[in-house]
């Protein structure tokens, strides 16, 4: 089956305007995941839905990041106002508990001006 | 304060020989470790894992060394392939969602 993807791949943003990235995971999956990644860092966790709860927001930056799982499958994280250290990869991932391998997509590179 | 460190941003191997890919981590919580690959452009991609119980997994040309009392551990690729030129990211777990991940070595395997 498909892997996990997201969409745009590329986003410029102008400072101060609001950003959405999506993620569609793998079929099934109920664990979801967003992660920053900083150019030459790590991923970063950002957040954790098991369906449609978000269970875990602790690593969004800022009260200008939320992110949402409506329906228990696609997933968007909005950025609002961004700034230019919001610049960055957003990486999502999906897994199915119990196993701990998470699958991740391709990113959405974002730029901000 | 960095949690899991890859101190190597790069390696060069040449092809036929072992890779020896090392990080460290400081939190004795962690419970679950794994590697992770990353070509340019694309995600990145599960490699193998190692749970805090064992000192060793292997997977084909993969094998991955836990230390817990030197909060060390390394992934050997034996024999290396110019295909196996990418990133790898160490990454750790003490709960099964929450992933903190290291800075990355860049490995080039050399033809």
């Known amino acids: 089956g498909a892997g996990v993807s997201q969409s745009p791949r590329y986003k410029v943003a102008k400072r101060g305007q609001d950003v959405a990235l999506r993620c569609d995971p793998i079929?099934?999956?109920?664990?979801l995941f967003w992660y920053q990644q900083a150019l030459g860092q790590g991923p970063e966790f950002l957040t954790y839905?098991?369906?449609?709860?978000?269970?875990?927001k602790s690593g969004l930056p800022s009260d200008r990041f939320f992110a949402e799982r409506p329906e228990g499958s696609v997933s968007t994280l909005k950025i609002q106002r961004t700034q230019q250290e919001d610049s960055a990869v957003y990486l999502c991932?999906?897994?199915?508990?119990?196993?701990?391998?998470?699958?991740f997509g391709p990113g959405t590179r974002l730029t901000v001006t | 304060d960095q949690q899991v460190k890859q101190n190597s941003p790069s390696l060069s191997v040449q092809e036929g020989r072992i890779s020896i890919l090392n990080c460290d981590y400081t939190?004795?919580?962690?419970?679950?470790f794994l590697w992770y690959k990353k070509y340019p452009a694309e995600g990145p991609t599960f490699l193998i894992s190692?749970?805090?119980?064992?000192d060793k997994n292997e997977d084909g040309r993969f094998t991955v060394f836990l230390n817990k009392s030197a909060k060390h551990l390394s992934l050997h690729i034996v024999p290396s392939q110019p295909g196996d030129s990418a990133v790898y990211f160490c990454?750790?777990?003490?709960?099964?969602?929450?992933?903190?991940f290291g800075t990355g070595t860049r490995l080039k395997v050399l033809a």
């Open positions: 991932a999906s897994s199915l508990p119990p196993s701990y391998e998470q699958y």
């Open positions: 079929s099934g999956h109920v664990s």
């Open positions: 839905f098991q369906n449609e709860a978000q269970l875990d």
């Open positions: 939190n004795s919580m962690f419970d679950y």
């Open positions: 190692i749970s805090s119980i064992k």
């Open positions: 990454a750790a777990s003490h709960s099964f969602y929450k992933y903190i």
